[in-house]
């Protein structure tokens, strides 16, 4: 059975910062992306960042290039998303989705969903 499970989020004051994680198991890390997505109220979901298969590359939306980082563990089973230098902006539900091999800022292209973690940036 496969299961995401994010942790991590709380409330932050601008400028501080959260690191999320995403526990994967249920798949084989290195045929698979690990994607996370954000929903602010009464907003569409966006893909934040995305880290691909084996070989680690990661993306990451323009509107946290040079605050968030994705990484992964050296067992690849869990996903973290390093959040510096929040913004109230920042304020949604996270997720951690995942997809076969290569990575996507496609909500609908991923398969497999966490139930996501609340992030609230506000002082």
């Known amino acids: 059975q496969v299961q995401l499970v994010e942790s991590g989020g709380g409330l932050m004051q601008p400028g501080g910062s959260l690191r999320l994680a995403c526990a994967v198991s249920?798949?084989?890390?290195?045929?698979?992306?690990v994607g996370w997505f954000r929903q602010a109220p009464g907003k569409e979901r966006e893909g934040v960042s995305c880290i691909s298969d084996s070989n680690g590359i990661t993306y990451l939306a323009d509107s946290v290039k040079g605050r968030f980082t994705i990484s992964r563990d050296n067992a690849k089973t869990t996903v973290y998303l390093q959040m510096n230098s929040l913004r109230p902006e920042d304020t949604a539900i996270y997720f951690c989705a995942s997809r076969g091999v290569f990575c996507s800022g496609t909500a609908s292209h991923y398969a497999y969903w966490g139930r996501g973690t609340q992030v609230t940036v506000s002082s």
């Open positions: 249920g798949l084989r890390m290195n045929y698979y992306a």
